[in-house]
Structures are given as structure tokens and as C-alpha cells.
């Protein structure tokens, strides 16, 4: 079988996604996309305390693009003191804009909206982003 290469795996995840009448928008592919990712980079669940930036900087001499770095950002040592806010943004499948569904919330608030069960539905998901 010949090494998957990043664009085979790009199209494989795409397959994964596009292709299922009654995907809901949910996390239900997420393990077969672990298992495309794993033939091109470390295996997101099999890997423990991994660098996943400095795999992707090895693999393809650049840096991972801050729009897909998923890295989580670290916790502030006391949360009062941090002045970052956040929001929500609902996103879409399909070429409907992104929408801002509240501001001015703190890390702890944005994280706690995002993952009720009511932030996601057919075809769309709540996120957050700092402000």
C-alpha cells in the first residue's frame, strides 16, 4: 500500500465529512478522522504530551497557520486578572456566514456554552475566539 501523502489525507477527511446523508454536524466521525490523520502524522489518541506544532513544522517546514492551531491556550494563573474576553461564533457547513452569538465572556463562560448540548445541531456548531 503506498504512504498516504497530506493531500490524500485532506481528501479522506473530506470524504469522511461530505459524503453521509445523516451526518449531523456532531463529533461522529472524529475517530476515523484520527485514524486518516494517524497514516500521516503521530495518531491524535495514541500519542501522549505530543507536539503536534512541531510535528507539522517538521513535516512540512512551516508553522502550524493560527486559524487551524488548536493548541489550547493556557489557563491564566487567576482568572479575574484576565482581562481577555471571548465569543461566540456559530459556524455552518454549508457557505452560510459566521455568526456572532454573544461577546464579552470570559474563558470559563465561553468554554462552559460550547459544550451543551444545545451548541450544535444539523449542520452547524457553536465555537469561541478571543475578541
Same mark, same amino acid.
Given at each position: 500500500m503506498p504512504k498516504m501523502t497530506d493531500q490524500d489525507a485532506v481528501d479522506a477527511?473530506? @470524504?469522511? &465529512? !461530505?459524503? =453521509?446523508?445523516?451526518?449531523?454536524?456532531a463529533a461522529d466521525?472524529? /475517530?476515523? *478522522?484520527?485514524?486518516? *490523520?494517524?497514516?500521516?502524522? =503521530? +495518531? =491524535? #489518541?495514541?500519542v501522549q504530551n505530543y507536539d503536534y506544532r512541531t510535528a507539522f513544522k517538521t513535516a512540512t517546514g512551516r508553522d502550524v497557520p493560527e486559524r487551524y492551531d488548536a493548541t489550547p491556550d493556557p489557563e491564566p494563573e487567576d482568572e479575574e486578572e484576565d482581562e481577555q474576553t471571548y465569543e461566540i461564533v456559530r459556524f455552518y457547513r454549508d457557505d452560510t456566514p459566521e455568526e *456572532? *452569538? /454573544? @461577546? #464579552? &465572556?470570559?474563558?470559563? /463562560?465561553?468554554? /462552559? +456554552?460550547?459544550?451543551?448540548?444545545? @451548541? +450544535? #445541531?444539523? !449542520?452547524?456548531f457553536d465555537g469561541f475566539r478571543a475578541e
Open positions: 477527511i473530506a @470524504t469522511i &465529512l !461530505g459524503t =453521509p446523508e445523516d451526518w449531523d454536524g466521525f472524529l /475517530e476515523s *478522522i484520527a485514524d486518516v *490523520i494517524g497514516a500521516v502524522r =503521530p +495518531h =491524535p #489518541g495514541q *456572532i *452569538i /454573544e @461577546t #464579552g &465572556l470570559t474563558l470559563a /463562560e465561553a468554554k /462552559e +456554552h460550547c459544550s451543551r448540548d444545545d @451548541t +450544535h #445541531g444539523d !449542520g452547524w
